[in-house]
């Protein structure tokens, strides 16, 4: 962990619970040395006349590069009636462009012992390519021409949608999917994020070539793009490429589309307790969802330290559900910060039979943050969580390219990169407990259960008279009722 | 923590690549490792690298799920979850205070023929981590109610794993059906009523029979001084006696498969899945890397001859996959198909077998073998970028190979590998006689059906 950070940091000398003095050679662990420093790579940027801004990050260690193209607009843009339209149009980059038809594409990028992913997330779609170093040009002209010239033939339009029906299929036959759609429409109500990002079976069949070719003219253009370079290349070189296979592009005269209007209903829906009957599940899968807070909210680090003493092995979550009462093989929780307001999420599977204890197990849990904040012999630890896996991930290329492109998404200084750590480190008990009590109120959560539901109904029920219980067959993702109208008779 | 099939493979160096494949600029690090092995059989891997300040340590017991004890399937992957409860020094978890408290992580898994328990840590927690490790290796010190509940998060792994995932039995039932003497039949995760009938009497009997150092290969890549960590593992591993009892080993040998077997089965899917498998040579033989090279030609990336055929030509399927799951004793190469809206398994089951016949019939093209060998290079870079990554593919090499050396001279193997040679495995193990046909149906079609 702690790789590569630009100044030494004491972060793994953080406390040691069980360095006690050793009586005998082997009774006690041997307590640790001083800890060593290591530096971290520093980006270098430069926004092209056409105002494509470029991030280069030099990280030599493997021969290996990424490169990200990021457009500054995802799922959160879908009209209603057409959900899933961003990320298709995303996908279909790869499908196909002006000069190259999809399995050419494939092709040439594997031959180069590549990958070329793309797609869209909430508030940003990408292509991503990664290769070996002595790949990077060619690689770069395959992803330039993707992104910029793509054929959306109506052929490749209709083969997605295919694929894209059959995966909602195979979500819908997973307790936990299910549960993550159900979520997003409780908390989200008809508002853009309450949709499934890759859209549901209706509107997926509504999706027309027209709609992908008018979506990519107007958000896929140089101005709303953030291009990251990483791995085994320096700055001027990854310069030069960017310039050479972006540079080019074209900055439309029309102005940028304006940014949708906030995703959270003006009253967003509380305290509902949703059942999914899905009678052959093998499990039930239980969550608590409600709004959390956006990525530049100031409480952003409060909150992922908050997230972290719940989340995570030794969380909170997973001490009581799995490591104390063997009721699951993993409790945790996520704090999804999006450009609005995105969703917290405490979930555990279960066996069936215990659906409605896990439930009040996560409830209670986020309760006892504030009743019962971590001192500092609890917190400690849980910041050192954080601190380790943010520095093991930018150990990796396509780590250090991802967390550099998420900052430069949200209009966030790359130098945060480097304040990580004190910002994680200067969270106190306090901060917690007043988060946790001012922006993850427990009475203001909702609880979706989708399992079968006959073995957790009654006792859910004896607390929650209010549940709503919708059979799987009758569930629309299409609306925040959840139920599929009545045919008329 | 169950089943992780580690496909780690390797370097070599500069000269083949510049030989082989052309690459004027691509290096491929070799991993410069030391061995020894203490006076009571434990054998140690180092491999220094101090370019960040973390150290991964991993030990490999050569012990699996193929050697659960008669009626206790699935008990190497639950001692595996009783590893980190009490020893006669270390509380439950404490395993995790050492390493999740300070910013670093473990976990383990258990496949069909090893257990390895692996950390990554600061590398200032090192010399706390190697007595860790002898700490668990020289006696557990488990009670009952401990015991219980970690059998409870296994049964929920079960559940997680194979009841809830609309495919997950589909998985199950293919390597359970597979094999029919050797217990590789087995599925690691194991079975809920054999589970139940595990005792704490079985944990401490397991331990001593496996879990001893002429058992184990210690690996540990990243931040140390050689002479330090030397010192470190004599003070805390070389006390640990060496058991005079015999290791037992499994003798059982898979018989061949002297016809196609054919099952159907029916879950809660709402698409139809079709799976082959082919019995193929345990994972040391010549012909595993030729198997390999034809395993990323059919299914790896869209320009791979499944995904073009299956799902982009014909539209058939939602998802293809092939794999050389390699073993110790013997292996399968599995081909498998999700159906896509509407179709049958049959034409299914058609286009695959017309892959398989194709790659028989005609050698694969010098672009398309290239294609393939520059996949798994750069899987292989991906894969090393990290200490742990090097680490399991030392200690892969030592323990399932039987030479940690081949982690540098694997990758020659595979780029020796000819057009040539993926027609001869091809013919050699895709025989008709061979085959097992798994339909995977959703329970509905049953109850209309038949």
Known sequence: MLTKLPFSVALCAILCVVCVQAQTPQATPPPPAPPRSGTFPKPAEQTLPNGLRVIVVERTESPLMAAQLLIKNGGEVDPPELAGLA???????????????????????????????????????????????????????????????????????????????????????DPGSIARFVAARVVFGDSPYGHPVSGTAE??????AADITKMHSRYYRPDNAILVIGGDINAKDGMALATKYFGDWQKPTTPLPTMSAPAVDAAPKTGRIVVIDKPDA?????????????????????????????????????????????LSYGAGSFLDTRRDVGPFVASAQTKNESGAMVADLLLGEIGRLSSAPPADVELTPRKAVLIGGFSRNLETVNGLVGQVGSLALYG????????????????????????????????????????????????????????????????DLNTALLRKKQPAE | MVRTSIRLVLSLSLLLIL??????????PQLKFTERTLANGLRVLTAADRSSPTVAIQVWYHVGSKDDPPGRSGFAHLFEHIMFKSTKNMKSEMLDRLTEDVGGFNNAFTNDDVTVYYEVVPSNYLETLIWAEAERLSGLNVDDA??????????????????????????????????????????????????????????????????????????????????????????????????????????????????????????????????????????????????????????????????????????????????AETREDASLFLLTAVLSEGKKPEDAEKSLLAEVKKLQDA????????????????????????????????????????????????????????????????????????????????????????
């Not at chain 2, 030989?19 to 491929?28: D, E, N, P």
């Open chain 1, 87 to 173: 990320d298709m149009t995303a996908n279909l980059l790869t499908k196909g462009t002006q000069t190259r038809d999809a399995t050419q594409i494939a092709q040439q990028i594997e031959s180069l012992g590549g990958s070329l992913d793309s797609g869209a997330r909430w508030d940003a779609s990408f292509a991503t390519v990664g290769v070996m170093s002595s790949k990077i040009p060619q690689a770069m002209e395959i992803l330039s021409d993707v992104v910029r010239r793509p054929a959306f033939k109506s052929e490749e339009v209709e083969r997605l949608r295919q694929q894209y029906l059959d995966n909602v299929t195979l979500a819908l036959g």
């Open chain 1, 203 to 208: 509107s997926l069949t509504r999706i027309t």
């Open chain 1, 282 to 326: 093998g499990q039930a899968a239980v969550y608590l969802a409600r709004t959390g807070i956006n990525r530049k909210d100031t409480d952003y680090f409060r909150g992922i330290v908050t997230n972290s003493v719940l989340s995570g092995y030794s969380g909170r979550l997973n001490q009581e559900i799995r490591i104390k009462r063997g």
């Open chain 1, 412 to 475: 966030l200084s790359l130098d945060e990169i480097n304040r990580y750590i004190n910002n994680v480190q200067s969270v106190t008990t306090a901060d917690i407990q007043k988060f946790a009590g001012t922006r993850l109120d427990a009475k203001t959560s909702n609880i979706i259960i989708v399992g079968n539901a006959k073995a957790f109904l009654p006792e859910l029920k004896k607390k929650y008279p209010n549940v709503e219980v919708i059979p799987v067959a009758e569930l």
């Open chain 2, 19 to 28: 030989q082989s494949i052309g690459f004027a600029q691509t290096r491929m």
């Open chain 2, 146 to 323: 401990n015991f219980k509940s970690e059998r409870d998060v296994v049964k929920e792994e079960y559940r997680q794993g194979v009841l809830a995932p609309p495919y997950g039995r589909f998985e199950y039932l293919l390597q359970q059906k597979s094999f029919l003497e050797h217990p590789y039949k087995r599925p690691t995760i194991g079975s809920i009523e054999d589970l139940d009938a595990a005792s704490l009497k079985d944990v401490q009997e397991f331990h001593a029979t496996y879990y001893r150092p002429d058992n184990a290969t210690l690996v540990v890549v990243g931040d140390f001084e050689q002479a330090q960590l030397d010192g470190w593992v004599d003070k805390y591993f070389g006390p640990i006696a060496k058991p005079s009892r015999p290791l037992p080993r499994v003798e059982v040998k898979e018989p061949p498969r002297k016809s196609e077997i054919r099952l159907t089965e029916h879950g809660s899917n709402d698409l139809p899945a079709v799976g082959l498998t082919y019995l193929t040579p345990r994972q040391a033989d010549a012909d595993s890397d030729a198997l390999r090279v034809a395993d990323t030609i059919l299914s790896a990336g869209e320009s791979s001859r499944l995904y073009n055929s299956l799902v982009y030509n014909q539209q058939l399927a939602a998802d293809i996959n092939s794999s």
């Open chain 2, 363 to 450: 050698p694969v093209s010098a672009a398309e073998l290239e294609k393939a060998k520059n996949q798994i290079i750069t899987d292989q870079l991906r894969q090393r970028e990290t200490s742990n990554g090097k680490a399991l593919a030392l200690g892969e090499a030592a323990v399932l190979l039987g030479d940690p050396s081949r982690v540098n001279t694997d990758l020659a193997r595979l780029q020796a590998v000819t057009a040539a040679d993926i027609q001869r495995v091809m013919k050699k193990y895709f025989a008709d006689t061979n085959r097992l046909v798994l339909y995977y149906l959703p329970e509905a079609t049953k109850k209309e059906g038949q």
